[in-house]
């Protein structure tokens, strides 16, 4: 019985010493986490806005070219040409993808789409976060809506190829896509 007791006050002993120590050090690098996911919206910003920069000065050239408005808790990413920008999230088909949209001055037609993150099949459903399948979407109409159509029969001023062999993710990109576009400019356009 008291090997028992050992064994179970041995494990809670562990188990105590092991949580502080990932608590501590989640604690000592909670703010670099912030400051790199921080960053990794701005070098997307930055792309999408097709503003050149290098790792060393991504800041510096952030602040000089890019203005930050927020309504209700959501961040607008204006550039000097008066493109607009925002992060957009939402379900793939296998995980979530996150990402920047902008929006030309128009506001009609897209600059650029840069993905942040996602978790779709590598080689597959992954493309979507490929720049040049990314480039398709750039100066297509998004009103009404964009639409992903079969590899190669894209013809639209709206309309983009979808991934081959890769239709479910094509089209939860797009649902993702048109949903997020009309909710955050319609969010825009009503505080602007």
Known sequence: MKEKIKIILFVIVLGMVSGSILLGVNR????RILQNQQLK??????DVFEIPYTKENIETVFNQNVEIV?????????SKEKAVAFEFSGSGLWGPIH????LNNDMNTLKGISIIHQEE?????GRSAEKDYLAQFKGKKF?????IVPAGKSKGEN????????TGTSKSFETLLNANIQKKLDLFKQRR
């Open 28 to 31: 000592y690098t909670e703010s």
């Open 41 to 46: 919206i701005k070098k997307a910003v930055l």
């Open 70 to 78: 927020k309504f209700d808790g959501v961040s607008f990413y204006i």
């Open 99 to 102: 990402g920047v949209i902008a």
């Open 121 to 125: 099949t590598p080689g597959l459903g």
């Open 143 to 147: 009103l009404p809506e964009i639409k």
């Open 159 to 166: 309309e983009v190829d979808a991934i081959t062999g890769a």
